[in-house]
């Protein structure tokens, strides 16, 4: 059977719908190819252990949750303001919560890794890869704050997030409002 890009691609995106819809816990190879449509063995076959298909997983997550090109250009073209960081964490939050599947599996393969060691490895250094372009683009962009108010920034809105996904503690709130008040209290002046 040929290894091919988009085959690879549709059981990695087969694989986030099992882990969104039934967790880390109804994730296999067979239910992968079940929710894919191929013949059954065809998930092993491109992913050999439930690690490889973990990272697959993770990469395709990457891909799936990139900006559309140029949203980075255009926001570094702005001056340096606070509207601008909220601009660039509505990017994020959108991104997100655009592509639920995607975000719910991240939450649950964050769960995961508090469980499994190989999990928590993989997916943190995605984790520390986005959050150093973030820290990267936040110094392009001469935003105001460091490191610091990045971490905090990603800490706030993995809370968003699950409140997003999940049952919220206020489903009425407006979470471009939630971004600007973040982002109000959270960077200097």
Do not use: C
């Not at 190819?33 to 439930?50: H, K, L």
């Not at 990457?62 to 601008?84: F, I, S, W």
């Amino acid at each position: 059977m040929a290894r091919n890009d988009e085959r690879r691609a549709l059981l990695a995106d087969a694989g986030l719908a099992v882990l969104a819809r039934d967790g880390a816990r109804g994730l296999t190879h067979r239910s992968v190819d079940r929710a894919a449509g191929t013949p059954v063995g065809t998930a092993s076959n491109y992913f050999g252990s439930r690690d490889a298909l973990i990272a697959a997983l993770v990469a395709r997550m990457a891909h799936r949750l990139a900006p559309r090109e140029g949203v980075h250009a255009e926001l570094a073209a702005r001056a340096p303001t606070k509207a601008l960081f909220a601009d660039y964490m509505r990017d994020i939050v959108r991104r997100l919560t655009q592509d639920r599947e995607v975000a719910l599996a991240l939450l649950e393969l964050r769960l995961e890794a508090a469980r499994q060691p190989a999990i928590a490895e993989t997916l943190g250094a995605w984790q520390r890869e986005a959050f150093a372009a973030d820290v990267a683009f936040n110094r392009a962009a001469g935003l105001p704050g460091g490191e610091a108010e990045i971490a905090l920034f990603h800490y706030a809105i993995d809370g968003l997030l699950l409140d997003r996904l999940t049952t919220s503690i206020d489903p009425g709130a407006d979470t471009d409002a939630v971004i600007d008040t973040l982002v109000d209290r959270l960077l200097p002046d």
